[in-house]
T-cell receptor, first 116, second 111 residues
């Protein structure tokens, strides 16, 4: 099991452009969460996808959007890139059990986005 | 406000010395608390969670709801413990799916 995989590893964009990041969850997992980690900071929760819908969203503008596919893989899209969007973007997967009150997140290696 | 605070950016200890990484949280509800660790050139991974009440690699953490703290402790630090440690909380126990991370503490264990 390769665990959570993300692509690409690195990406360089210019201000105003749009970017799409991809994530494949750990085998058997059905839930994907996305995080932004700026330099020297902890991961910041962007949103979580379950059953192909956004189930929870953090404090991020609508420029950040996502999608989950029937095979549970996910994409993060960011429109109108700003310099401040430069960060490491982490994807994490988990398995949802109704009634379970804890969910361990399994993280991917991240995609490093640089906006010039 | 919902937040996780890790007051120390860097903690240096000598091998064999006790370690305590501090974590305080602010959350209106019943959060689940976790410690995640990132070793050099590796991805972020779970170290332990409060509901399991287990010891992993000699580390333990007790949830103190009165002080809203979840400090990570180890009686005798090893060089291989050097890593970045993040305290995190999940709102699953309160009906949300949001995860909140602290800013992290870098632990350096000196020989």
């Amino acid at each position: 099991d390769a665990g959570v995989t993300q692509s690409p590893t690195h990406l360089i964009k210019t201000r105003g452009q749009q970017v799409t990041l991809r994530c494949s969850p750990k085998s058997g997992h059905d839930t994907v969460s996305w995080y932004q980690q700026a330099l020297g900071q902890g991961p910041q929760f962007i949103f979580q996808y379950y059953e192909e819908e956004e189930r929870q969203r953090g404090n991020f503008p609508d420029r950040f959007s996502g999608h989950q596919f029937p095979n549970y893989s996910s994409e993060l899209n960011v429109n109108a890139l700003l310099l401040g969007d430069s960060a490491l973007y982490l994807c994490a997967s988990s398995l949802y059990h109704r009634g379970q009150v804890t969910d361990t997140q399994y993280f991917g290696p991240g995609t490093r986005l640089t906006v010039l | 406000a919902q937040r996780v605070t890790q007051p120390e950016k860097l903690l240096s200890v000598f091998k064999g010395a006790p370690v305590e990484l501090k974590c305080n949280y602010s959350y209106s509800g019943s959060p689940e608390l976790f410690w995640y660790v990132q070793y050099s050139r590796q991805r972020l991974q779970l170290l332990l969670r409060h509901i399991s009440r287990e010891s992993i690699k000699g580390f333990t953490a007790d949830l103190n709801k009165g002080e809203t703290s979840f400090h990570l402790k180890k009686p005798f630090a090893q060089e291989e413990d050097s890593a970045m440690y993040y305290c995190a909380l999940s709102g699953r126990g309160s009906g949300t799916y949001k995860y909140i991370f602290g800013t992290g503490t870098r632990l350096k264990v000196l020989a």
